[in-house]
């Protein structure tokens, strides 16, 4: 069958910067880069983005122009079955990803509305825990439905499902074109009102007063390494899928660099408005700006609201436009993450696209229940650290020295690009990405053996071992075994031949 493609060229580079800019860039980088030198964090930021982000970009959209297939498809034309598991591999990994990240979506819709009245009151970790989240089980217990999460969750998934099921044109890149410019727009007036406030200043200070002995220390690098490695959706199986819709005549080099920096300007962005309002809540509360920064969760659903209450003016607007910027950077990462395995599903075994969403959005009310941030903990850990980082070092050795085909992908990108790859690029992926991410999963395992003495069980959390078990350990093993496992099978009849020549490769030898 026909291969869907994107309209315009500037329709994919926006899916593909909707897809990196998400709820990371605006809770989690501010942050890395205050705790790991400021101003002087970005010389090893531009350099891991150069010789890691951008070149693992290039792969991946190279791979997925070439084989013209979503990633498990597009590894098993490279090289048959011996590769094929880990396109199926990385599926599962956005898989999991998907299913509790739309749960975070959810909650920033509702918080959306909370803006308006400052619902969540003075204390703003006790609403969000005790009366929005109703944690009231112990880890490993889901107790009932949290009907306050379960009815935005079913929004994001029915808003996820339409633009999945428009297609790749009429969907996915109309969402991005609407959504990338509207969150640009919104992040931009939250920065300006930011910058205005009493105490900005410190804020801002604290967030680039470059500490140039940082960048010394091996482990600043590693961060570096691993912040642009999370933020551009690399090993993710997304910018495989994504670029198999490419027309036959594309720049995949400046697609790739222009990709990779939309992203890091709209995470200096964040950054900017981050910290000018940690500022402004330092100043108003009377302490230093480390006092009061923090990352992830509870910096967006603890802080923030805390900061908006102490706004001199316009709380409800102010916070209605960040939590509504939280909602979009979610939105475009899920649809991307999504059509992931809604792609990888459809061709092998043709299954509809509507039955492969509505399998995630039936799998991610377990999240929406009572004890649902306990599994959203423990899986996001899990995933992330043992399943991401695994599979992009797996995939570049796999590609590089164990199938050797760098120089295959290297000239097919050549052939099409205005900047021509060289040794810099099959250096990155050969050398410098292997040796960073070997050291990061070693940093991490070692990590992990360290916590056995560091806390009451020996788990993450201190969580318990049944519990670590199966909500962490299990997530991250199985979306490997299943990856494995569905390798096995055989592709449905329109994607079983391939022939690299034609536009329509699948309809070659039916």
């Known amino acids: 069958m026909e291969r869907s493609t994107w309209g315009t060229r500037a329709g994919f580079i926006m899916a593909a910067v909707g897809s990196a800019v998400g709820l990371g860039n605006i809770w989690r980088f501010p942050y890395v880069a205050y705790e790991n030198g400021g101003g002087a964090f970005f010389i090893p930021y531009l350099f891991a983005l150069l010789t890691a982000g951008i070149p693992i970009l290039i792969l991946e959209f190279t791979i997925g122009h070439r084989y013209r297939g979503s990633a498990p498809l597009s590894f098993f034309r490279m090289s048959g079955k011996k590769a094929e598991w880990l396109g199926w591999w990385a599926m599962f990994v956005s898989f999991v990803i998907s299913v509790y990240y739309a749960v975070i979506i959810a909650w920033a819709m509702r918080y959306t509305l909370f803006s308006f009245n400052q619902a969540w ?6 609403f969000l825990f005790n009366d929005f989240l109703q944690l009231t089980v112990s880890p490993g217990e889901t107790g009932g439905i949290v009907w306050g999460i379960f009815i935005p969750l079913a929004i994001v998934w029915i808003i996820t499902l339409g633009i999945l099921l428009a297609g790749v044109k009429k969907g996915i890149e109309m969402a991005n074109r609407i959504f990338i410019p509207t969150l640009v727009v919104i992040f931009t007036i939250i920065v300006i009102r930011a910058v205005t406030l009493e105490g900005a200043s410190l804020g801002l200070e604290a967030f680039f007063r470059p500490n140039f002995d940082a960048i010394m220390d091996p482990t600043v690098w590693v961060a570096a390494y691993g912040h642009i490695f999370f933020s551009l959706s690399v090993a993710f199986a997304i910018m495989i899928t994504y670029s198999s819709y490419l027309p036959k005549k ?5 697609n790739a660099f222009i990709t990779g920096f939309a992203n890091s300007s709209f995470e200096l962005l964040a950054g900017i408005g981050v910290f000018a309002v940690l500022g402004f809540m ?3 509360s009377g302490v230093e700006v480390a006092d009061v920064a923090s990352a992830g969760v509870g910096l967006a659903f603890v802080v923030f609201p805390a900061i908006i209450n102490e706004f001199p003016g316009f709380n409800g607007l102010f916070g209605f436009l960040f939590f509504l910027s939280l909602t979009l950077a979610g939105l475009t990462s899920l649809m991307s993450i999504t059509e992931t395995y809604v792609a990888g599903f459809t061709e092998k075994f043709g299954i509809s696209r509507r039955k492969a969403v509505a399998f995630g959005g039936l799998i991610s009310i377990l999240f929406a229940t ?14 992330n650290q043992f399943g991401v980082a695994a599979v992009g070092l797996v995939e570049v050795i796999m590609v590089v020295w164990i199938l050797r085909k760098a120089g295959a992908l290297q ?4 052939e099409i690009s205005d900047i021509h790859l060289g040794g810099w690029w099959k250096f990155s992926l050969g050398v410098i990405t292997p040796i960073v991410l070997g050291y990061m999963m070693f ?13 009451e069980t020996g788990n993450y959390e201190g969580y318990s071992n049944m519990f670590t078990l199966f909500g962490g350990v299990a997530v991250a093993a199985g979306a490997l075994l299943f ?3 569905f390798s096995l099978g055989k592709w449905h009849k329109n994607y079983r031949y391939y022939d690299e020549h034609s536009e329509h490769p699948a309809r070659e030898k039916e």
């Open 411 to 414: 000239n097919h990108a050549n």
């Open 250 to 254: 594309s720049d995949i080099t400046n």
């Open 370 to 383: 009572q004890g649902g941030l306990f599994f959203l903990d423990i899986a996001d850990y899990y995933i």
């Open 121 to 126: 009151g003075e204390d703003t970790e006790g």
């Open 443 to 455: 940093g991490l395992l070692r990590l992990n053996i360290f916590q056995q003495f560091e806390t």
């Open 282 to 284: 330092a100043t108003q």
């Open 483 to 485: 990856g494995i496992l």
